[in-house]
């Protein structure tokens, strides 16, 4: 059983910045790919981005050059870097986790941007 825990969360004003990191348990963090997703009000959940077991990187449209999808296998994490922060990119940010083709998710975190 793989277990997520996500922080980094909070209010933050347009043009800001905010780092997402999500741990994982387990010994076999390495060998499984990561990904951000978000899910606003109103809206279905979205990739925002991923990172598979080699390091290669996908990113959503709407963040890309923006956000930025890093993993330390050593300390079983994986963060998001969110940069030059919008209003439309408030949600609530989910880490997952697909290992071995089973999906796990994280409870997620708030992020708000708002001035």
């Known amino acids: 059983q793989v277990q997520l825990v996500e922080s980094g969360g909070g209010l933050v004003q347009p043009g800001g910045s905010l780092r997402l990191s999500c741990a994982a348990s387990?010994?076999?963090?390495?060998?499984?790919?990561m990904g951000w997703y978000r899910q606003a009000p109103g809206k279905e959940r979205e990739l925002v981005a991923g990172v598979t077991a080699l390091g290669y990187t996908n990113y959503g449209d709407s963040v890309k050059g923006r956000f930025t999808i890093s993993r330390d296998n050593a300390k079983n994490t994986v963060y998001l870097q969110m940069n030059s922060l919008k209003p439309e990119d408030t949600a609530v940010y989910y880490c997952?986790?697909?290992?071995?083709?089973?999906?796990?998710w994280g409870k997620g975190t708030l992020v708000t941007v708002s001035s």
């Open positions: 997952n986790v697909d290992l071995l083709g089973v999906d796990y």
């Open positions: 387990g010994s076999i963090f390495s060998i499984a790919a």
